[in-house]
């Protein structure tokens, strides 16, 4: 299938390993151009020459998404770098405090929300403007099953079903501009370098006993099979998808937290 995304600009916060990397280096295999940020500039760098192997355009900036102005800096320097936005992924995502409501401070639900709401909501509102430019363009934001499924901790989850709720009311706010706006959710998702990854590589025996007894395929998702959902949602195979907010768990119960 031509997911029809080839010479497309797709820009990806958070890309230098995880999801993030998959999604970016997946949107590359379809010919798109891709600009990634990250605070790591090792493995940074390292995904961008992954990207570049492919042969397409690549863009990287070293950026925190909850720092002031660094999300716009991101978008801006990396459509000048590449020519402009069609594509947008807001990848970036954590949770601050502890896992009860007593454990926390106000501090931390404000930072949860920082990185995980506002991210996406000042990353797609620096590439409107680009979008429109281009005709139109196509967001996803990478939410959880925590914005529905209840499990810890609090101020993730209420911070993730925000996510969900900002792409259905964009997706009504910017259709006249034909940017189509969708979450797509992960469960528990296994990849190098996660919290998942140590906690599998401190103890397997009670990493398996975890995935059997909490997974209806006994084992957690991976960041590729998440990828090929984002990438498919972003492209022009999806146009009536707008407003959505799609799993990707596996048929996961609830969240769980290593």
């Not at 991101?74 to 936005?85: I, K, N, Q, T, Y």
């Not at 007593?102 to 929300?113: K, V, Y």
């Not at 709401?117 to 959880?144: D, E, K, N, T």
């Not at 706010?173 to 190098?192: C, D, H, K, M, Q």
Request: net charge negative; with cysteine; hydrophobic share 45%.
């Amino acid at each position: 299938m031509d997911l029809g995304l080839e010479g497309k600009v797709a820009l990806v916060t958070g890309a230098s390993r995880g999801i993030g990397r998959a999604i970016a280096l997946r949107l590359a295999s379809e010919g798109a151009h891709v600009g990634i940020c990250g605070r790591t500039p090792e493995t940074l760098d390292s995904t961008l020459s992954e990207l570049r192997a492919t042969g397409v355009h690549a863009h990287a900036l070293t950026a925190d998404v909850a720092a002031p102005g660094e999300v716009e800096r991101f978008v801006d320097e990396s459509a000048r770098a590449l020519g402009g936005v069609d594509l947008l992924v807001a990848n970036v995502g954590g949770t601050a405090g502890g896992r009860t409501l007593l454990e926390t401070t106000p501090d931390d639900w404000l930072g949860t929300f920082d990185v995980n709401l506002f991210h996406a909501v000042r990353a797609i509102r620096a590439a409107i403007p680009h979008m429109q430019a281009r005709g139109g363009g196509s967001a996803v934001s990478i939410a959880s099953i925590s914005g529905w499924k209840p499990g810890p901790t609090a101020q993730y989850g209420a911070a993730k079903a925000a996510e969900i709720f900002l792409a259905g009311a964009l997706a009504w706010e910017l259709a006249s501009s034909r940017i189509r706006v969708n979450t797509v959710s992960p469960g528990s998702i296994l990849f190098a370098g996660g919290g998942w990854a140590r906690f599998r590589d401190r103890d397997p025996e009670r990493f398996s006993e975890f995935e059997r007894r909490e997974f209806p395929s006994g084992r957690l998702g991976t960041a590729e099979e998440v990828a090929d959902v984002v990438v498919f949602v972003l492209s022009e195979r999806a146009s009536w998808i707008n407003g959505a907010n799609i799993a990707v768990d596996g048929a996961q119960g609830r969240p769980s937290a290593f």
